[in-house]
Nanobody, 124 residues
């Protein structure tokens, strides 16, 4: 049974940094495409970043240059380093995983497994 557990959320001032972590279990992590999504109150869940098995990455335009996704296969963990945070980054952040192969994945429907989410609040 696949489980994804996010951590690292919290309250931070604008301009600050946070690092989110997502620990995966239940399947061979190194073969997974991993993604981060976020959902702000009253808005739809949106793509943030993705990393595939070979560490190719892709980002939403809104976070390019500020966020970095990475993975540590030995720890079965994917990270989202968030710098220069803005008030508009406030949202619940979700980790997602997919083992169907292929390239990077940008839409919710491409991921089969989801974490419970971790809240990030950026005060202005």
């Amino acid at each position: 049974q696949v489980q994804l557990v996010e951590s690292g959320g919290g309250l931070v001032q604008a301009g600050g940094s946070l690092r989110l972590s997502c620990l995966a279990s239940g399947r061979t992590f190194s073969r997974a495409t991993m993604g981060w999504f976020r959902q702000a109150p009253g808005k739809e869940r949106e793509f943030v970043a993705s990393i595939n098995w070979s560490s190719l990455t892709n980002y939403a335009d809104s976070v390019k240059g500020r966020f970095t996704i990475s993975r540590d296969n030995a720890k079965s963990t994917v990270y989202l380093q968030m710098n220069s945070l803005k008030a508009e980054d406030t949202a619940a952040y979700y980790c997602a995983a997919d083992w169907t192969g292929g390239g990077l994945k940008f839409t919710q429907s491409e991921y089969d497994y989801w974490g419970q989410g971790t809240q990030v609040t950026v005060s202005s």
